[in-house]
Every structure is written in C-alpha cells, then in structure tokens.
C-alpha cells in the first residue's frame, strides 16, 4: 500500500481570488502609426499611475482614464481641458473592465491580460506555492512520514492530537506534544510541543526534562521528546533523526533565537487562534496540518499567518493523503 500525498499551501485570500475590475474609458488611435505620440501625450497629460501595472495600448485603442462617475460624453472635454491633442482619436469613447491592482500569480495575470494588456513579473517561489508543486518526491515522503509520526505520539498518549516539531537544518525531530491534560484548558498539543522545544533549550515551564542528551551523541539534546515515547518512535520510524541541536547561549545571553526559529510543525489538528498565535510568537518557519478544525485559525476560521500587521509570518500547508493499493 503506497500513499498518494498532496501538499496545498494556505494563502492570503489575495494571492487566490479573482484581481478586482475597474472600468476605464478607451478609444481607438485614428492612425496607428501616432500611437507612440498618443501613449507619450497621454502619459504626460493624463497620468494613471493607479494604473501602471496596464499597458496603455490594446492594438488601435488606448486607455484614457477611469470611468469613475464621469460621463461618456465628458471625456473629450477632460482630455481637452489637459491638454491633449483629441484629433489623434477616433471620437468613439467606450467603456472596458481592467484589473484595479497587479496581478500577483499567473493564473490571476492570464485572466487580468485577457480583459486588457498588463505587466506581470512571475515570482518563481509563489508560482511553486500557488500551483502546490513546492514539494516534490522525497519530500513528500518525509512530510508524511513527519505527520504519521505526529498521529502515533497522538495515539501514544491517548489524545487525538499529535504535533512533531522538526529542525530541517539537521531533519531530526526536536520536539513533540499532545493533549496532555483537556481539562488544563491552555495546555493543547501545540502549546505541550513548543514547551518541550523550550526544554531543548534550558526552558520550559511545564515539566522537568528528562533524557538530556544522547549517550550516543553528546551533539543531539533528547528534552523535547519525552522518554517513554522516544524509545517507541526510535524502534518505528529508524530512518528519523530525534533530538535537537545541543542550545549554546551566544555570549552569555540566555535567550537565544525565539524558540522555534527555523523549525517546521507538523499538527494532526490545524491550530486553534491560542496555538496559532503561539507558532507565531516563536517564529515558527512552516506549519503541516492534516485535519481543518470548525475552530482553525489557520484556514477555517480565519487565516492568522497572513495577517500582514503581524511582525512574523509562517507558511501553511494541508497535507492530504491517499492510500493507494498498489496491486490494482
Ligand atoms: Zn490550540
């Protein structure tokens, strides 16, 4: 039985819907071969720096300006107000929807250049991110292999939901938590796990540490991962890295990095808005979740992570699996 995996990226709602359409006024060049004066004189006359994501030529015709509440047969007096020579145009003033802002991805850039000409500046990373194609091959393998790890400590301790913290940098697993105790009302399975990150670094509040380092590694530190389950991932997962790099206070501080600088969660459950807010407050890199939850902050409810007053921001992905039998 083999697994089909799908990563899909959670994104700001700007980066998925449709660019927005504002209706411009547009007429038609009476002698192609003016357009370069037309566009010049436009530019200088009637300036659309709102619009400067448009091109100002479609063909024959040129946009002139925003429609806004002005009249069609307005337009000419306007353009001659400024200025501009309108024995250049046909006298055929018309009304066409453009995109009100720059298209962010190219899906959204196809549509916007199909209703007018417009520039656009693909950002590789994004279109990986929109298209769910960051993650390929062994990747996908190791995400699912960090989630199963994630639904096992669950199971381990009796809570339906499991969380794995993970430091790509060394691809080891740093940290886990579950729901410890539901009647503690704060102490969800997130808010356990970056505990335990904090007990990799001589933090924690919650409870003592435990394994303190490797007899086999003095490099890796066991805190986060309490022992009894420890031995049992150890056993079934043997490809994974457990334990964290050994946390050297830089020049006597104490504190260090935020806790979760760098680190990847994977979350059986997406978060609520506490635990949200809590991935933020460390720094969290990137958040894998399996299960949206009526209460999610990170794509149900709301979607904390692109909220652009926030001064960090985390990725979001949904991890979505198919066991696929491999004899049909
Ligand atoms: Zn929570």
Redesign the pocket.
Known sequence: MSKNIKVKSVLDSSLVEDIPLIEVFVDFVTDPRNISKVVLELNARCPTPELNHLKRVKARQVLLFPSADIKDEEVFSILKDKGFPVDLLKNEVHRVKVAASPPLVRQQYVKCHSAWPCNFHADKYLEKLHTNTLFQGEELKQISIFMDIAEEVGHYFCSSSGVVIVDPKINSVVAVGFNERPELTIR????VAIDNVAKTQMGGAWSTADNSCDPKNENVNLNGIPENILVKLKEKYCSVNFGASVFTPKNGDPEGPYLCTGYDVFTIHE??????M?LIHSRAKRVFYRMPSVNGALGSLCKIHTVKELNHHYEVFIVEEENINSSS
């Open positions: 969800h399975s997130i808010m978060p609520c808005v506490m635990c949200a809590a």
